[in-house]
């Protein structure tokens, strides 16, 4: 059994800070916790406004706290995410995600992040030639 209390996790190095600025996310369960996903809390700051495109990862968003909007970029309809909403990503969805009130998402990731992830150019997470993160860089 695992357990984890999010308090101590975020004093840990489960916790990563967005070098843009928009987020962060604190990692509950990764690829080492064998359990085939990785879940974060994240929080996404007032104001944030950015696109993602996670093009080797599946992701679904429960919205605990907050309130914003994802764009989705292929016909460009806008949802409004507000708490105890969820969006899927299941078609790697070119997204834009928008806080107008600070967020708190619950998030989980298949294939599961190692931990240090922040996202590329295009918005993604990326893969290393045997199917899994290793975007990682020594802190």
Known sequence: MIVRNLSDANQSNRRIISPDGNWESTRLLLKEDNMGFSFHITTIY???????????????VYCITGEGEVETLADNKKH??????????????????????????????????????????????????????DNSTDE
Do not use: W
């Open 46 to 60: 007032q104001g944030a406004d950015f696109q993602m495109h996670y093009q080797n990862h599946l992701e679904s």
């Open 80 to 133: 409004p995410i507000k708490p105890g909403t969820i969006y899927v990503l299941d078609k790697h969805d070119k997204h834009i995600l928008r806080a107008s009130k600070e967020m708190t998402l619950a998030c989980v990731f298949n294939p599961p992040l190692n931990g240090k992830e922040v996202h590329n150019a295009e918005g993604a997470y990326e893969l290393n030639d045997q199917g899994i993160e």
